[in-house]
């Protein structure tokens, strides 16, 4: 009877401080700390052999993919990251250690008793930028523009790679027919090219409140771009109150990102990546 698998990932254009990279990725294993053991280890041989120096996970390919574990069992949001418990502990229990951490915030949401927003979105129009809804009948184009954005602005982040354009769309694909265009923003200059946006749903996993999820947000590099990703989480923020709901998740956060530090509120799960020297 199998108690665990594990996975030897090579993504070529991973690396971790300039050391040829190889990942652990599709992990499980019951709580037996003696199958984890094996596990992991076979993985790290594996890569030994093959000249790799560095070891990361978990991680099934790349950072747009599943990645990091809880550090409790998570799952307690739509889109959040899930794991038994005792998955951190194996992972340290053979010989990794944490090499960057996550968190997810909430707060309640609240109506905005000031015009602050409303003169931002003015302030950005007076430059040609404009902020619209997601057009859920022209799905692959909107997805291409929020691809683009992403592209761009996530290329210095910490262990970025590049994926293609359809491998992304295939992962927005089942979220087709939850999205809210009024929770998906896109702004644009006045060519129509794509600055920023902020994608959010609700959270189908809440029973007790009503609950929106703030899974990305993401804009250009530039002056152009500059401030605009925090106006997308404020508009959101006072959509999200008028329309109902209760509480505001941003969802899975590097601790190193103080951009989202505004209206970001208690942080109530953590996650953490692990690395390993061969």
Request: aromatic content about 12%; proline content about 3%.
């Amino acid at each position: 009877m199998a108690v665990g698998r594990a996975a030897a990932i090579v993504n070529p254009a991973l690396s971790f401080k300039n050391l040829k990279t190889g990942l652990v990725g599709i992990y499980e294993c019951e709580a037996d700390d003696e199958a984890a053991e094996m596990l992991l280890k076979a993985v790290e041989e594996f890569f030994k052999n093959q000249g790799f120096k560095y070891l990361i996970g978990p991680m099934d390919g790349s950072t747009w993919h599943k990645y990091r574990f809880a550090e409790s069992e998570g799952g307690e949001f739509f889109l959040d990251v899930s794991n038994p418990a005792w998955y951190p502990e194996q992972f340290l229990k053979a010989g990794f250690e944490p090499i960057a951490k996550y968190y997810s915030s909430r707060s309640a949401t609240h109506k905005s008793e000031s015009s602050r927003v409303q003169n931002f979105v003015e302030r950005f129009k007076s430059r040609g930028v404009t902020i619209r809804n997601f057009d859920v009948n022209n799905f692959e184009r909107e997805i291409r523009a929020i691809y683009d954005i992403s592209t761009a602005s996530f290329k210095g982040n910490f262990l970025y790679t590049q994926i293609a354009f359809e491998e992304m769309a295939a992962m927005y694909a089942p979220l087709k027919g939850i999205i809210d265009p009024r929770f998906v923003l896109i702004a644009e200059n006045s060519e129509k090219r794509p600055l920023a946006f902020i994608f959010a749903v609700q959270d189908m996993l809440s029973k007790d409140a009503k609950k929106l999820v703030i899974k990305t947000v993401a804009a250009i590099p530039g002056s152009e771009a500059r401030g605009l990703g925090t106006l997308l989480v404020e508009m959101i923020h006072e959509r999200a109150a008028e329309h109902g709901f209760t509480e505001i998740i941003h969802a899975l956060m590097h601790e190193s990102n103080t951009s989202m530090n505004i209206l970001s509120g208690e942080i109530f799960c953590r996650y953490v990546l692990f690395g390993k020297s061969l």
